[in-house]
C-alpha cells in the first residue's frame, strides 16, 4: 500500500515535478511563461464584460426583447460556473497545457462564430462554446501558475493575475463601445479572434509541458460531471431565470438542484475515483478558502448590484457620471492586486488575506454611512476600500489554497476556486439585490424616493458586514484547525 502524501503547509517547500500532474520541464525564463498566462487569464474576462454593452445594439439587430438578448451574457457565464471544475479535473488526467490548448482553440474559433451569427440562437449557441472554452482557461491557468512559479513568488504571480482579470473586467465596456462605435456588435466578438491566436501561439511556444495521469490509472468520473454540472446550471438558473417566472418553475428549479446536489454527494462517496474526492474538502486550508472567496465575492456584487441604483436615485448621478464612480473598483483592484500578492510572498497569505477582510470590513462598516453624508465623494471612499481588501484577499487565499493543493489536483483545486467566485457572484447578484429591495420597501426601486434608497443601502451593507465576518471566521478557524494538525503530527 503507497504511504500517504504529508499534508502540505504554508511553509512547505513546493516540489512537484517528479508527480504526476506536474511540470515535465523547468522553465529557465519565466516572462515569457506569465506573460502567456497573463493573455490567457485576460481572455475570459473580456469576455464576460465586454458583451454586456452590446445588448443594445442586439435587440435592434434581432428584433428581440431584451429578456431573450441577455441570454447572450447568461449562456456564457452558466456555461463556465457548470463546466469550470470539471475542465480542471479533466486537465489533471490528461495534461493541462494540452488542455488548455484546446480550450484557447475553442473560445477563439467560438468568438469568431459569434461575430458571424447570422440570428440569436446561433449567437447564443456559439457563447455556450465560448464559455466552455473559457472555463478551460479559468481553470487550468491558476494550476499551471502553481507549476512554474517557485514558492516564494507565487504571491506575487497571482497578485498579477488578479490585476490582469481586474483590468479585462474593467477593459470591456470601454473597448466594447468603441469598437461597436467602429464596426458594430460584431467587432466585440471579432476582437478575441487575433488575441485567442497570439496567446494559443505564446502558450504552445513557452508553456512547459505536464506529465497527465494516465487513463490506466483514474478514468474521468463521467457521471460525477453531469450531475455536477446539471445541479449548478439548474442552481444558476433558479437565481437568474426563475427571478422573473412563475412560481412553479422557480419551484422546479430549486427542487432539481436539491434532488441534484443529493445524487451528487451520494455518487461521489461510493465512486473508485470521484470528481471531487470527500476528504478534499475536509481540508482545513481548502475548504475555508472556497467558502471565503465567494463570500466575499457576493460582497463585491453588491456595489454593482446595489450601486447603480442608489447613485442614479439616490444621489442623482448622470449615467456618464456614475460610470466613472463605479469604475473606481476595477481601477483600484487593478492597481492592489501585484502589490498584495509580493506582500503575501514577504509576510505570508494568512496575514495579507486577514488584512484584506479587514479592509473590506471597514469598506462595508463605512459605506451606507459616508455615501448618505459625503455623496459621491464618501461612496468612492468606501468602495475604494472594500476593493483594494478584495484584491488583497484574492492575492492571498488564491496563493494559500493553491500551496495546498497536491500536484496531481491542481486544476480541479483551481476549478472549485474559480467555481466558488462565480457562485458569489450569482447568489451575491440575487441576494443583495433582494436585501437592497427589502430594505427600501418597495417593489419598483425604478421609483423609489432617496430616503428608501438610504435604506436598502443600509440592509445590503449590514448583509455584507455579516459575509465579510463569515469569511474571517472561515479562515481563522482553518488556522486553528491546521495549528491544532500540526501540532497533533509532531507529538506524534
Known sequence: MNAPAPHRTDDAPLSPHAQPGASTTEPTNRRPVMAALS????????????????????????????ATVQWVVIAYLLTITALVVSAGRLGDLVGRRRLLLSGLAVFTLASAAAAIAPGLGWLIAARVAQGAGAATLMALTLALVSEVVPKGKAGAAMGWLGTVSAVGTALGPTLGGVLIGMAGWSAVFWINVPLGMVAWAMAVRHLPRTTPITAAKVRFDLTGTVLLTATLSSYALALTLGQGQAGSVRAALWLATTLGAAAFVWTQRRATAPLIRPALLRQ?????????????????????????????????LTTTRMGLLMSVGPLVAALVG?????????MGHTRVGHAGLGLMLAGSVTMPWSAP????????GALALLTAGYAAFQAANNTGVMASASADQRGLVSGLLNLSRNLGLITGASAMGTVFQLGARTVSLADASAPALTAGLRWSFAAATLAVL?????TLMARTQAASSASSQRTV
Open 470 to 474: 463569515l469569511a474571517a471566521a472561515a
Open 338 to 346: 501585484a502589490p498584495a500578492g509580493r506582500l503575501v510572498d514577504r
Open 39 to 66: 493573455l490567457v487569464m485576460l481572455l475570459p474576462a473580456l469576455g464576460t464584460s465586454i458583451a454586456n454593452v452590446a445588448l443594445p445594439s442586439l435587440t435592434q439587430t434581432f428584433g428581440a426583447a431584451f
Open 284 to 316: 482545513p486550508t481548502l475548504a475555508a478558502g472556497f467558502v471565503a472567496n465567494a463570500l466575499v465575492t457576493a460582497v463585491v456584487m453588491a456595489t454593482l448590484v446595489v450601486g447603480p441604483f442608489y447613485l442614479a436615485g439616490a444621489l442623482g
Open 373 to 380: 453624508l459625503w455623496g459621491a465623494a464618501g461612496y468612492a
